[in-house]
């Protein structure tokens, strides 16, 4: 991922992170070079903005394969989305906090 350091910049440490990824993709890269985030994972069977709300996540990353569709829907509930690098979106509540487990 070409995007880690805007990951970096953008995520404080320590943050539990949603993911909606594609099973082949690097996810590992999302738990930081010192492995100071915790990745909670969604599957397709769930909604990831109710997910995300309920497990107080103020940050997801998305995949910007088959899943970029639910970047809009996080659009809509007036999440910001910004590009990581070419594969992967961030998706960050409007008031993010730390968001530390």
Request: with cysteine.
């Amino acid at each position: 991922m070409n995007g880690d350091a805007a990951y970096l910049r953008a995520v404080p440490s320590g943050a539990c992170v949603g993911a909606i990824l594609n099973p082949d993709e690097p996810s590992y890269l999302l738990y930081g070079p010192k492995l100071e985030y915790h990745l909670e994972y969604f599957s397709g069977n769930v909604d990831p903005l109710v997910a995300a709300l309920r497990q107080g996540l103020f940050y997801v990353v998305i995949s910007t394969g088959s899943n970029r569709s639910h970047a809009d829907e996080f659009r809509r509930a007036g999440w910001r989305i910004r590009q990581l690098g070419g594969q992967w979106l961030l998706a960050s509540e409007p008031d993010a906090k730390s968001g530390t487990c």
